[in-house]
């Protein structure tokens, strides 16, 4: 089983940065293939940002150039740097994870960009 906590949300004026961090338990963090989704309001959840065991990485053409996934295997983290947000960017957003057929979802955390 694993859980994932998301933190790090928040409110930011556009151009600014912030920090998201996930958290997981279980001991096979290091073979989870993990990603960073959001959600806005009345829209579809979509996929932010990818990251393979291997730190192989993959991200949606709206971030590209902005943010960046990582992963600390031995902290059982995933972050997601965000640079130069814009409003768009407001959504929820959501810690996932991947393993075999399973899949986890964290609560989620605000992040709100104003103009």
């Given at each position: ?13 556009a ?16 073979i ?18 990818t990251i ?6 993959n ?48 609560q ?8």
């Open positions: 089983q694993v859980q994932l906590v998301e933190s790090g949300g928040g409110l930011v004026q151009g600014g940065s912030l920090t998201l961090s996930c958290a997981a338990s279980g001991s096979l963090f290091s989870i293939f993990m990603g960073w989704y959001r959600q806005a309001p009345g829209k579809q959840r979509e996929l932010v940002a393979t065991s291997g730190s192989s990485r991200y949606a053409d709206s971030v590209k150039g902005r943010f960046t996934i990582s992963r600390d295997n031995a902290k059982k983290l995933v972050y997601l740097q965000m640079n130069s947000l814009k409003p768009e960017d407001t959504g929820v957003y959501y810690c996932r994870g991947e393993l075999g057929l399973r899949e986890y979802w964290g989620g955390t605000q992040v709100t960009v104003s103009s």
